[in-house]
Nanobody
Framework: QVQLVESGGGLVQAGGSLRLSCAAS????????IGWHRQAPGKQREWVASITSRGNINYADSVKGRFTISRDNAKNTVYLQMNSLKTEDTAVYYCNAETIRGVDWGQGTQVTVSS
């Protein structure tokens, strides 16, 4: 069992930056991948970025060159640095953790980008 808490969302103007945090607790030694997903109103949830326990990183094409995922193992925290934000990045951002027992999700944090 892994518990996840996202933070760092807020209001930002287009072109600005935000850093999201995903703090994990519980059986963190079981995690083999942490991912960020987002869901805008009326749209399906989409994958944004992920990082594995080995440090392998992948990004969705829509955020490549603008977003950076990283982790601090000592703090059991994964970050999503979001730069050059666009209005289409507006969504609730969720962190998830894949373990040998299943997938756990956080409650989400709202990101709103204004024009």
């Amino acid at each position: 069992q892994v518990q996840l808490v996202e933070s760092g969302g807020g209001l930002v103007q287009a072109g600005g930056s935000l850093r999201l945090s995903c703090a994990a607790s519980g059986s963190t030694s079981l995690i083999y991948r942490i991912g960020w997903h987002r869901q805008a109103p009326g749209k399906q949830r989409e994958w944004v970025a992920s990082i594995t326990s080995r440090g392998n990183i992948n990004y969705a094409d829509s955020v490549k060159g603008r977003f950076t995922i990283s982790r601090d193992n000592a703090k059991n925290t994964v970050y999503l640095q979001m730069n050059s934000l666009k209005t289409e990045d507006t969504a609730v951002y969720y962190c998830n953790a894949e373990t040998i027992r299943g997938v756990d999700w956080g409650q989400g944090t709202q990101v709103t980008v204004s024009s």
